[in-house]
């Protein structure tokens, strides 16, 4: 889920245990009973998230996510501000293009003649 837009979601009792969520964005989702057990959050932009009742969630996580002040954690633990810069987004890879058939062999013919 690297780099998605998941964005004002709604995403309560979800499973994102081992889930790769680097450089995603989980601005103004809910995740209430969501599991993020191991998940990586690295430059996850948990901005304006609703996440106090997400479990499996760590501070070392959080260190690694950008949220703000309206960011809502476990009473435990406290995200980090976001700092200036750009963020690298990854698009997603163009479709591949499927290659050119075979030509089909050539036929010789031979004419059989009296």
Known sequence: ???SNLSNGDFSGASFRD???DSARL???RFARADFTDAS???TDIRG???SDARGLTQGQINQACGDGSTRLPS???AQTCRGG???VRAAPAAPIPPVPPVPPRRNLVL???
């Open 19 to 21: 889930a790769e969520l």
């Open 1 to 3: 889920i690297t780099a």
């Open 76 to 78: 435990r633990l406290t």
């Open 41 to 43: 959050l690295r430059r």
């Open 49 to 51: 998230a609703d996440l």
């Open 112 to 114: 059989a003649s009296d």
């Open 27 to 29: 601005t103004g989702g």
């Open 86 to 88: 750009s963020r690298i």
